[in-house]
């Protein structure tokens, strides 16, 4: 589960993890619009934050914005450097997608595994009105289905979790980027090795195993693992943050929502691995208490344009 060498070596995909993910989402993703909205990702939160459900939502909105900013993606209000093209990797049902389409009136493209996570984001889009900037495909986020030098804003927004090579991943972020154009990462990390270590403790990789068996994740890496691929892929301005703090209200209330009558009546009839991604949540809480899990952010820039 951690990866000391994940800069270096190539990870060859587990058997079944991509039918496993896509799986998961077409099961899970109606559940999870119908109780939280179209934003399938944490939300950001000041420390100490009391919340109810209509602040988590404003959380998750509130997380793209912070995320943009960290990077320091130009605002709308600068025409001429604000992104035009941008490409959501893992996007979901497309909250992302729309919420950046409109904010810069720009072109997005998002792909999935999932293919009803994409029929919805698409019917979404159209309903908003979004049909003729916001496009949502299958595809793969290892082997990307466009052109080089294509985005000048590259988004993927926990997405990094699910990826096996975690090198390759970075790779594909960094080819479809237009030169001088704005990586995102946003995604679950274990913590950063200490000097005297090569591997995380036997209870902690415990823990992450059984978190990764129900959420179809294949081996975890360190936010200096992904500072590590950077540099050795030349990319510029990398910066990286622990966001743990900022996330630690949302999985409680995940597992809140889980129990009203709504929430139980629905996912007892979703289907066995949304039950079972269900029943992890509170190891998740646990891996953010003990320091084992860390919600990360890690920016950069490819190089070839001012």
């Known amino acids: ?15 079944g993890l991509k039918e496993g993910i896509a799986g998961l989402y077409d099961e899970s993703s109606g559940l999870w619009e119908n109780i939280w909205g179209d934003h399938m990702h944490h939300g950001f939160y000041d420390s100490g934050e009391a919340t109810s459900m209509d602040d988590h939502r404003r959380a998750q909105i509130r997380m793209i914005e912070e995320a943009l900013a960290f990077a320091a993606v130009p605002s709308p209000d600068d025409p001429e450097k604000a992104p035009k093209n941008i490409v959501d990797v893992g996007c979901g049902i497309g909250g992302s997608s729309r919420y950046l389409a409109k904010k810069y009136g720009a072109q997005c493209k998002g792909i999935t595994l999932s293919p009803v996570q994409a029929e919805r984001g698409n019917a979404l889009a159209a309903a908003q009105g979004l049909s003729d ?11 990307q289905p466009f052109p080089d030098g294509q985005f000048d804003l590259v988004w993927s927004m926990e997405s990094g979790e699910h990826m096996a090579d975690k090198r390759k991943f970075v790779s594909e972020l960094a080819r479809v980027a237009a030169p001088g154009g704005t990586i995102i990462i946003v995604t679950w990390c274990h913590r950063n090795l200490e000097p005297s270590e090569t591997s995380l403790k036997p209870d902690e990789l415990s823990l992450l195993k059984r978190i990764c068996d129900a959420y179809y ?30 996330v630690a209200p949302f999985w409680p209330a995940v597992i809140k929502s889980a129990l009203t009558w709504k929430g139980l009546t629905s996912l007892l009839t979703s289907g066995w691995k949304t039950i079972r991604g269900a029943m992890v949540m509170p190891l ?4 953010y208490k003990k320091g084992l899990i860390k919600f990360t952010i890690i920016t950069c820039r490819k190089p070839g344009a001012a």
């Open 1 to 15: 589960m951690a990866s000391s060498t994940a800069a270096q070596a190539p990870a060859p995909t587990p058997p």
């Open 217 to 246: 994740l294949p081996d975890w890496c360190s936010p200096s693992d992904y500072v590590n691929i950077a540099k050795s892929l030349s990319l510029e301005d990398i910066k990286t943050a622990d966001w743990s703090e900022n």
């Open 284 to 287: 998740m809480i646990q891996g």
């Open 133 to 143: 900037q916001v496009t949502l495909q299958v595809a793969d986020a290892l082997e």
